[in-house]
């Protein structure tokens, strides 16, 4: 079966310390896609960061990076210098070549304290 | 700002009736997906359009059907609804849809709730 799982229901951090939102998958494909979304309380659902399941490099997006171990199936997200605007749900997903539809896990909730 | 509308954003409605519940895609996107969120099962994917095409179906409820309009807009009809339709539907779009692997881009969803 095609999972997500994201092992933290809710993360605390403080406001410009850093943070890793954990993320395990599991597809028996070799060809697809990883992202973070952002899900602020406006439930808006905001992509932060994707990576390619065949790009070793981990992928970047100013503050934000992953550690994407594909051997493990894992794909961790790094919030450095976090600020409160990023207290929100963050869900973990991937999609394939043969399936487009994006298969989430149930989320971490973060809060950022001042 | 996405680029995928939806509305309305917010419908509230009676058990057994039906709602439509509409979305347009960005601009030059083919595929729209919908994906339904609720407390207890998360989000969940229930179907695809592709140019106007059905091209996958999820948990989708017999109740629940969709379309894709020539202009690339879809609506998603939910009919006999039950309180635990009850939840955020969101539509989202990508370029192609074919090869997968792509970038979704999400709509600010509708919230439906059925009294």
């Known amino acids: 079966a095609q999972t997500v799982t994201q092992s933290q229901p809710e993360m605390s951090v403080q406001e410009a310390e850093t943070v890793t939102l954990s993320c395990t998958y599991d597809?028996?494909?070799?060809?697809?896609?990883l992202f973070w979304y952002k899900q602020p309380p406006s439930r808006q659902m905001i992509l932060v960061i994707r990576?390619?399941?065949?790009?070793?490099q981990n992928a970047t997006e100013n503050r934000f990076s992953v550690n994407f171990q594909k051997a493990a199936k894992s794909f961790s997200l790094k919030i450095s210098d976090s600020q409160l605007g990023d207290a929100a749900m963050y869900f973990c997903?991937?999609?394939?070549?043969?399936?487009?539809?994006?298969?989430f896990g149930k989320g971490t909730k973060l809060s950022v304290k001042p | 700002d996405s680029g995928v509308t939806q509305t309305p954003k917010h419908l509230i409605t009676a058990t057994g009736q039906r709602v439509t519940l509409r979305c347009s895609p960005r601009?030059?996107?083919?595929?729209v997906y919908w994906y339904q969120q609720s407390l207890d099962q998360g989000l969940q994917f229930l179907i695809q359009?592709?140019?106007?095409?059905?091209?996958a179906k999820g948990n989708i409820l017999e109740r629940f059907s969709a379309q894709q309009f020539p202009d690339l807009h879809s609506e998603l009809n939910l009919s006999s609804l039950e309180l635990g339709d009850s939840a955020l539907y969101f539509c989202?779009?990508?370029?192609?849809?074919?090869?997968?692997?792509?970038?979704?881009?999400f709509g600010p969803g509708t919230r439906l709730l059925v009294l």
């Open positions: 601009s030059g996107d083919l595929s």
């Open positions: 359009y592709y140019n106007g095409e059905e091209r």
């Open positions: 989202a779009s990508s370029s192609s849809g074919r090869g997968a692997r792509e970038t979704q881009y």
């Open positions: 997903a991937y999609n394939t070549r043969s399936q487009g539809n994006l298969i």
């Open positions: 597809t028996s494909e070799s060809d697809y896609y």
């Open positions: 990576q390619e399941a065949y790009k070793q």
